[in-house]
């Protein structure tokens, strides 16, 4: 009997697994195996895209780039909200598929595709609002007014970790407004990305507006990020490949840059928190995607006066969390996602250890059902000093720092400390102090006595080392606009 090797391939034949180019899938090189981190096994063979399908999705994206920005607004609304109901009617198979390619538990994957569906419809809403203004003159013989255009050919590059969410919230916004795209999804969890551009198109998009080339980092990805038809990069993804790929457009004469980095959030619980409350949303947000988010908490610095309250209790919650292959519904956190992230997420532990921290849990473990050496059991480490690498660096695993905060100004001082500025949350009753402390966090997100920061409705965008530029809310349609000023002469005033 034949073996089938890719299963998921098999099990969805909705699922293509080449690149999009100029609205045909292409061959490409079939060399991308997709691996469930759950068993290592292969889920999927991917082809990446050759140069010669970057110099197509280029040429197609550009000549694209009049007659979708002439489609009108009302239009592109339209298919976007399709999209957006497509995603959630496909929801089921998609979640599949990001558990399958990514490893997190079903539910959060369903949580995903909910989140994914809200950016197309947040980006249907603003497609029509896109306008100019009138401005005041300095002459009565001068009309002056803007108009707003968009950008153009957009790049979007993508990471593993949300492989659904990180690409609606990147594409859907310039898609609505009038760009071509061309998305480079993470050649390590490409798969929800190509089903959503399967989707994209079934749902109507005109060819060559958005082309899919999954890829690792290489020469294609450099011709990519080295032509001038490319007028807007969006990157999501560490801090490392941002700097790397902002230092590539360095030589470029112009074009738009935007990154949304890694973080390395605190979470300061003052000292009239309601402890009990604070340790149980946090130890649950922590371990979501096996602490593999950019905004999980990452330093926890509580009030001295409930440090112990608070790792008795955040401790006990700690302890139900099941850890488990993402088909096993009691399990709550899945594995990590790479042999290279376990190894990052045990250095941080040993080092920490090193330097004198106390660590509860973390061991490796062999969960039912799940074979890769991958699954850790969620660690806290007691007392973290600033020297260590996981104060540092974003760990990007379940591992929950914690340490003592004499005072507000030390509390504050600690989370400040890093070159991160991504996601702060903080605990607290006082509304007052609660308010200086939100005040003085340098970050672009917090979260006050609860710890949700992503709505596709509100801006997000890490400062400091964490990015630049903002997604989502209102302010996210800025960098996909140009402003076009309008100076007429209207003559002299009526008599
Ligand atoms: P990564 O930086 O390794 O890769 C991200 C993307 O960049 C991938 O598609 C990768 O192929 C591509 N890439 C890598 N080198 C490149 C190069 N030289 N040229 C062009 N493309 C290149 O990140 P990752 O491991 O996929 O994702 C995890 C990181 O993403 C974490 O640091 C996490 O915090 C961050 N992240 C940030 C946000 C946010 O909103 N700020 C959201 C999700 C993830």
Known sequence: MAVDTHPLQSQLPKLVTRPLVAGRWVDGRPDLPVRDPTTGGCIASVSSAT???VAAAIAAGHTAERAWRTVPAVERASLCATIADQLQSNSADIATIISSEVGKPLAESVAEVEVSSSFFRWASGQAPRAAGKVLAS?????????????????????????????????????????????????????????????????????????????????????????????????????????KRIHALLAGRSSVGWSAE????????????????????????????????????????????????????????????????????????????????????????????????????????????GGQSGRFVDPAIVLDWTPDMLLAQ??????????????????????????????????????????????????????????LASTFANAPIGGWRGSGSGIESGIEGTDQYLRPKLVATDVGPPLA
């Open 138 to 242: 300095p002459s009565p013989s001068l009309a002056l007014s803007t108009t707003v255009s968009p950008v153009g050919l957009v790049l979007a590059i993508t990471p593993w970790n949300f492989p659904l969410a990180m690409v609606a919230r990147k594409i859907a916004m310039p898609l609505a407004l009038g760009c071509p795209i061309i998305l480079k999804p993470s050649e390590q969890a490409p798969l929800a990305a190509l089903f959503l551009a399967k989707l994209i198109q079934d749902a109507g998009l005109p060819d060559g507006v958005l082309s899919v080339l999954p890829m690792g980092p290489g020469t294609a990805t450099a011709r990519l990020l080295a032509d001038e038809r490319v007028r807007h990069v969006s990157f999501t993804g560490s801090a490392t490949t941002g």
């Open 393 to 450: 660096e974003e760990t990007f695993g379940p591992v929950a720092p914690i340490c003592r905060g004499k005072s507000v100004g030390e509390m504050v001082e600690l989370a400040n400390m890093t070159n991160y500025g991504l996601a702060a949350y903080v605990f607290g009753s006082d509304l007052g102090l609660v308010t200086h402390v939100v005040d003085a966090l340098e970050y672009g997100v917090i979260g006050v006595n609860q």
């Open 51 to 53: 140069e010669e399908d």
């Open 261 to 368: 980095l890694g973080g390395n959030a605190p979470l300061l619980v003052l000292h009239d928190a309601d402890v009990e409350r604070a340790a149980a949303v946090t130890a649950i947000v922590k371990f979501r995607n096996a602490g593999q988010t950019c905004v999980a908490p990452n330093r926890i610095i509580v009030a001295d006066s409930s440090y112990e309250r608070f790792v008795e209790a955040f401790s006990v919650v700690v302890k139900q969390t099941v850890v488990g292959p993402w088909r096993d519904p009691a399990a709550t956190m899945g594995p990590l996602k790479s042999d290279e992230r376990a190894a990052s997420v045990r250095g941080h532990l040993d080092d920490a250890e090193l330097k004198g921290a106390r660590i509860i849990g973390g061991a490796p473990c062999s969960p039912v």
